[in-house]
């Protein structure tokens, strides 16, 4: 079953000039000539969107790590959150960054394995090491 938006989406024509705005930035600065439907449902507040969108074009800016190390920690907190469309979108997006198949399951591997080890941690609740802890 495909999930129903709670909210209508704003589709480009429909949308106020400052709903615009985000949108044509957003269009702008991905390459692209459509807007998802995160941004769609989000466009309900103009200023959620604004913001939303702001601090993630600042944060998946190119930085200390590359933009396919960025998406690919996206899809990893993605799908540890249970987030079906983020990980749909993030998966894309680290795809048409040069992912592979082989990398995705690698990148679902770890998380598996950080879940599990992470759950046997905090039940056990083994002291932190001293050599674990900065100095």
């Known amino acids: 079953m495909t999930a129903k938006p709670l909210v209508p989406l704003v589709e480009y024509d429909a949308a106020p000039p400052a709903v615009r705005d985000v949108y044509d930035d957003i269009m702008r600065t991905r390459g692209t000539d459509w807007i998802n439907n995160f941004w769609k449902v989000l466009a309900h ?10 601090d993630i074009k600042a944060v998946m800016a190119p930085g200390a790590l590359d933009p396919l190390v960025k998406e690919m920690i996206y899809v990893a907190v993605s799908a540890t959150n249970g987030c079906e469309y983020c990980t749909y979108s993030h998966t894309a997006s680290a795809r048409a960054k040069g992912m592979t198949d082989a990398q995705l399951m690698e990148l679902m591997a770890v998380v598996g394995m950080a879940n599990e080890t992470n759950r046997l941690a905090n039940g056990l ?4 090491d001293q050599q674990f802890e900065p100095r």
Do not use: F, I, Q, S
């Open 45 to 54: 507040d103009p200023a959620l969107l604004k913001r939303t969108w702001e």
């Open 125 to 128: 609740r083994p002291p932190v």
